[in-house]
């Protein structure tokens, strides 16, 4: 008789923790997978196997089970950042859906190759006007940046494939509108980028503090502006790798712009100069 008795208490129990669960699930508020984050093995792979643009691909660390080596694999021939995770954060990027270990970040825009930013601005009859980011991680300043380079009538865009955000949609919404009208190009190394812009005659400017005024700086001609990470600026190898270097003189107590910011003035003046 204890037994019956046991057995229906565990089985009321089961019964109100799954209804407890139900109305917690129900209580949680709704939140809407990002139109770029592709989740499950299956939908990855096919993403993959489409040639659509990938920023990076997570999986779950130590999960080599099925098809994720198949999915590994094509993601390394393409030259994918791969990144190991742990599963909450698989779960979090997920919001909640079924991701099988894997989570592809898709670009919200295609990216570009540098010769075809430099054909674009033959086929406009100008010299080549380029802004290279080293390493900007906000979204949002890499959306402004783009919004100030179009503005600015830049031809190009050019990030890197690590250690940085791609184009995803924050970075589509930041740029109001900016995206559609700008080639991007995504790179491996920076600084062998900026050695292959100086043999194709472009003179390379960073953006740091000890340089000269931009003011009085000459920045007409083909011309490509570095900016560096929001926390650390521009590297070592990629700065000692530039021309010039310009700065923004400051008079507050603050002793830096934001990146983006900063992006918009010498982006303002190197299209003054430009069309002087």
Known sequence: MANKDNRRFDRERRTADGRRRERARDAMPEVELDENTIIGRNAV????????????????????????????GMARERGIPIIETERSKLDNMACGGRHQGVVAIAAGHSYSTIDEILAYAGSRGEQPFIVVCDGVEDPHNLGAIIRSAECAGAHGVIIPKRRAVGLTSTVVKASAGALSHMMISKVTNIASTIDELKEKGLWIYAADMDGTPYYSTDMKGAVALVLGSEGFGISRLVKEKCDFVVSIPLYGQVNSLNVSCAAAILLTETARQRNS
């Open 45 to 72: 792979k096919e993403i993959l196997a489409g040639g659509r643009d990938i920023d990076k691909l997570y999986v779950a660390s130590g999960d080599r089970e099925g098809s994720i080596n198949l999915i590994i």
